[in-house]
């Protein structure tokens, strides 16, 4: 209850404070897109996405992908279209 509405406001501030190239990542990782996958459709050599990847995971506090994954479909599923 309150403490859960506070953590979702605290993922939400955290997201929201990554820079737009971030969010943008953080938004295909949460369709399930892979390294590759996002370097195409952001037009990104792997190596930049992997970086990507790292920076908003420790940005967030996440351990892993799958977490983070799971964080951004939640944070996306809460903003307005």
Known sequence: PKHEVRTMLEADSAFESLPPRLRRVAGLLATGADNAKIADALTLELHTVEGYVHD?????????????CFRARDWLSRRPV
Do not use: N, P, Q, Y
């Open 56 to 68: 908003i995971k420790v940005a967030l506090g996440t351990k892993d992908r799958v977490e983070l």
